[in-house]
C-alpha cells in the first residue's frame, strides 16, 4: 500500500517544504522533508538565513513585481557611490586642513562647522520648495539626486588643486549633498510604499536598510583596497569617472524598472493621449515605460490639450487671471452644477483653473482633470490650434472613430448654432467638452480599472483651496417663481 498524504506546507513562496504523510498501517504522521540529502539541506538552510536577513517576509508575495529588478540595480548603485565617496574622502580631509602643519584646529572647525550649515540650510530650503513634487515624480527626482550627488563629490575632488577656496567648495557641495539627502530619502519611501503591496512598509524598509549596509560595508573595504593600491591619489580621477558612469547607468536601470501604479501628472496626461486618440488605456507597464525620468521633461499637460491644468486652485486667483465678472461666476457654476468641480478657463493666459469641493475624492480629481484637458483640446480645436493629440489623429484612418474625432464633430456642430461664446467664456467648447466627458469619462475609469491601476489614490499635483458654492439655477428666482433662464 502507497502513503497516504495527509497535509502539505511551505515556508513563504521561496521556503522550505514539509509534507506529512501517514505509512500503511501506522496510526502516526511521518514528517518529510523536501530535502533529502545532508548537504542539500544545509545549502537550503543558508539560503533561507539569508532571505530571512536581507529580504522582506512573504517574499516575493509580499511585494511588487518590481522589486527584484530595482534592488538588483540600486544594489549596485549604491555600492559604486560608495566608492566613489571613499576616493573624495582624502581630498574632504585635505580641505579641512588634515596633514597641513599651517592649519590651525580652530580653522578646521570653522570649516567644517559653515559646511554643516550650508547643509542644513539646503535641506530646509529644498524641502520647503519641492517638497510637494517628490511623491508624484519620484522616479525624476531619485535620478536627479544621485546625478547631483556625483556632481557634488566630483567638486569635493577638486579640493587639492583649489585650497584656498576650500571653505566656499566645501559649502558648495554639502549644500548639493543636502538637496541629495532629502531627495533621496523622501522618493526611496515613495518606492518602499510602492513596493509594499501587503501594508508592510516598514518591513520593506528595514530591509532595504540592511541590504544597503551590507552593500557600503562590502564597498568601503574595496575602497580601502583601492586608496591603499593607488597611493597619493593616483589614478583617482579614472577612477572616479569609471565607477561614476556604472552609478548613472545603474540608477538609471533602477528607476526604469518601477511599474508605478498610482497616477500622477504624467501618467494621466499618457493615458489620456492613448484613450483620446484611439480609445484605449495602456497598461501601467506601457506607461511607465514611456514615462520621463529626467527632471523637467515628460509630457505635459500643456504639450496635451494646449493650456496649463491647476487643480485645487483659488477662486480669486482664477477670477483674476481669467477677468471674470460675478455674473461670469454665476454662469459657470449653473454650467457645471451636476459636477463636483468647477473649471474656469483663463484663455489669453493659456490656463485653466479646477476649483474643488471640500472632501473631494480620487474619481473628482481625475475627472476634473480628463474635464480640463478635454475642454482645452476643444477650446484649441475651435481656434485652429494645432496640438499633439489632434495630429495624431489626423494620421489615423478616417473611418475610425475615436474620443477625440467625436469631440472635434461636436465642436463644429455645436459652434455653428452660434450659442454665443466670448472671450472670456468659450462656451462652445465648454458645451462640446462637457459632452463628451459625459459620455467618454465613465468607459475611461472603467478601463483604468481593468488595466490595474489604482483608483483609490492619486499622486497628481493638486493645491489645498477647497470651495463651497451654491447651485444658482434652484435658489435665484424671481417673484413670479421664474428663473432668469426661463424668462
Not at 94 to 120: H, Q, S
Not at 453 to 464: A, Q
Request: some cysteine; glycine content about 8%; overall charge neutral.
Amino acid at each position: 500500500m502507497s502513503q497516504q498524504i495527509i497535509y502539505r506546507e511551505q515556508y513563504g513562496a521561496l521556503g522550505r517544504r514539509i509534507v506529512y504523510v501517514k505509512p500503511p498501517d501506522q496510526t502516526t504522521l511521518v514528517r518529510l522533508s523536501s530535502s533529502l540529502t545532508l548537504p542539500t539541506s544545509f545549502l537550503e538552510s543558508i539560503i533561507q538565513f539569508f532571505r530571512q536577513v536581507f529580504l522582506p517576509q512573504g517574499y516575493p508575495d509580499s511585494v511588487s513585481d518590481d522589486y527584484y529588478r530595482y534592488q538588483l540595480w540600486d544594489t549596485l548603485q549604491a555600492f559604486c557611490s560608495t566608492i566613489t565617496g571613499t576616493l573624495t574622502t582624502q581630498a574632504i580631509m585635505k580641505g579641512v586642513g588634515v596633514g597641513d602643519t599651517a592649519a590651525t584646529p580652530f580653522a578646521a572647525a570653522i570649516t567644517w562647522i559653515l559646511k554643516d550649515g550650508t547643509g542644513m540650510a539646503g535641506r530646509i530650503i529644498f524641502a520647503w520648495i519641492e517638497g510637494t513634487r517628490l511623491d508624484g515624480d519620484c522616479k525624476k527626482w531619485r535620478l536627479f539626486a544621485d546625478a547631483l550627488n556625483d556632481s557634488a563629490m566630483a567638486l569635493e575632488l577638486l579640493l587639492p588643486m583649489f585650497m584656498e577656496y576650500s571653505t566656499y567648495i566645501l559649502c558648495i557641495s554639502t549644500g548639493m549633498k543636502s538637496v541629495v539627502g532629502v531627495a533621496g530619502g523622501a522618493t526611496r519611501a515613495a518606492i518602499t510604499q510602492h513596493q509594499a503591496i501587503r501594508n508592510n512598509m516598514a518591513d520593506v524598509s528595514a530591509k532595504d536598510g540592511s541590504q544597503e549596509t551590507f552593500v557600503n560595508l562590502c564597498a568601503s573595504i574595496v575602497g580601502i583596497i583601492i586608496l591603499a593600491t593607488f597611493d597619493e591619489g593616483e589614478f583617482v580621477w579614472q577612477l572616479f569617472t569609471f565607477f561614476t558612469i556604472i552609478h548613472l547607468f545603474a540608477n538609471y536601470k533602477a528607476v526604469r524598472s518601477l511599474k508605478m501604479v498610482t497616477l500622477n501628472n504624467e501618467r494621466l496626461n499618457l493615458l489620456l493621449l492613448t484613450f483620446l486618440s484611439a480609445e484605449t488605456v495602456s497598461s501601467p507597464e506601457i506607461v511607465n515605460n514611456h514615462e520621463s525620468v529626467i527632471v523637467g521633461t515628460g509630457l505635459s499637460d500643456k504639450d496635451l490639450c494646449g493650456f496649463k491644468i491647476i487643480l485645487g486652485a483659488s477662486l480669486q486667483n482664477a477670477v483674476e487671471g481669467a477677468k471674470l465678472s460675478s455674473e461670469d461666476i454665476k454662469l459657470l457654476i449653473n454650467f457645471y452644477r451636476s459636477k463636483r468641480y468647477l473649471l474656469i478657463m483663463d484663455v489669453r493666459g493659456r490656463k485653466i483653473y479646477a476649483c474643488l469641493p471640500q472632501g473631494e475624492k480620487t474619481v473628482d480629481v481625475v475627472q476634473s482633470y480628463f474635464h480640463a484637458v478635454t475642454l482645452g483640446i476643444a477650446t484649441c480645436i475651435s481656434s485652429g490650434r494645432d496640438l499633439v493629440v489632434i495630429n495624431k489623429v489626423k494620421s489615423r484612418p478616417s473611418t475610425k472613430t475615436c474620443p477625440l474625432s467625436r469631440l472635434q464633430t461636436a465642436v463644429i456642430r455645436i459652434t455653428g448654432t452660434k450659442q454665443g461664446g466670448s472671450m472670456r467664456i468659450p462656451i462652445e467648447a465648454m458645451i462640446a467638452a462637457d459632452e463628451v466627458v459625459s459620455k467618454e469619462f465613465p468607459a475611461f475609469m472603467e478601463a483604468t480599472g481593468k488595466q490595474g491601476w489604482s483608483i483609490d489614490s492619486h499622486h497628481i499635483t493638486v493645491d489645498e483651496w477647497r470651495g463651497v458654492w451654491s447651485n444658482f439655477s434652484k435658489i435665484e428666482t424671481s417673484e413670479d417663481g421664474e428663473t432668469p433662464d426661463e424668462k
